[in-house]
T-cell receptor, first 112, second 118 residues
Framework: KQEVTQIPAALSVPEGENLVLNCSFTDSAIYNLQWFRQDPGKGLTSLLLIQSSQREQTSGRLNASLDKSSGRSTLYIAASQPGDSATYLCAVRPGSNYKLTFGKGTLLTVNP | GAVVSQHPSWVICKSGTSVKIECRSLDFQATTMFWYRQFPKQSLMLMATSNEGSKATYEQGVEKDKFLINHASLTLSTLTVTSAHPEDSSFYIC??????????????FGAGSRLTVL
């Protein structure tokens, strides 16, 4: 059974700092990995999706990497801003079906 | 493009009543939709897969008679929590993949529905 772990559970940083969020998964046989953002009481916004054959994806200040063999992914946020404050979720997709397995998320607070 | 609308966004009900949550794909057709549940500070857990024109498939431990799912059209799936109890209070989120087009196979999530059972 796939398990997804995110570390740290919570992170508080001053504005402008670069930061890294970590995600690990136990079964490396994944189809893709996705990072989401969730604001309090809201749904999920997809940030980056990395296919199993890819090693990284970038969008603006965000960069996600994937090391499938070691079961790890990182989300790098450059020059953090207060608006980045949210919970960041990592999810892996096992194959052709869409049964995503989510981590518990990292609650990020960026202080002005 | 690829918008999923979920309604209501929040609902409070008395114990023993039933609550219906709707999930609509606004600008694409979805033969499959997924229902997730999220308890506070926990990860999203897949409850069931909703299939247009056929029965939903439920994950282990999810009571199909309690969580009724209907996928009557290519753009609408509903989740009905029957005889709700306080332990059913949770955040319910639906998602749907596009069946075709440039963004086919990308999952789009609804904004979620917060259920509080008194």
């Amino acid at each position: 059974k796939q398990e997804v772990t995110q570390i740290p559970a919570a992170l508080s940083v001053p504005e402008g700092e670069n930061l890294v969020l970590n995600c690990s998964f136990t079964d490396s046989a994944i189809y893709n990995l996705q990072w989401f953002r969730q604001d309090p009481g809201k749904g999920l916004t997809s940030l980056l999706l990395i296919q199993s054959s890819q090693r990284e994806q970038t969008s603006g200040r965000l960069n996600a990497s994937l090391d499938k063999s070691s079961g790890r992914s990182t989300l790098y946020i450059a020059a953090s801003q207060p608006g980045d404050s949210a919970t960041y979720l990592c999810a892996v997709r096992p194959g052709s079906n869409y049964k995503l397995t989510f981590g518990k998320g990292t609650l990020l607070t960026v202080n002005p | 493009g690829a918008v999923v609308s979920q309604h209501p966004s929040w609902v409070i009900c008395k114990s023993g009543t039933s609550v219906k949550i709707e999930c609509r794909s606004l600008d694409f057709q979805a033969t499959t939709m997924f229902w997730y549940r999220q308890f506070p500070k926990q990860s999203l857990m897949l409850m069931a897969t909703s299939n247009e024109g056929s029965k939903a498939t439920y994950e282990q431990g999810v009571e199909k008679d309690k969580f009724l799912i209907n996928h009557a059209s290519l753009t609408l799936s509903t989740l009905t929590v029957t005889s709700a109890h306080p332990e059913d209070s949770s955040f319910y989120i639906c998602s749907a993949p596009r069946d075709r087009g440039r963004r086919a196979n990308v999952l789009t999530f609804g904004a979620g529905s917060r259920l509080t059972v008194l």
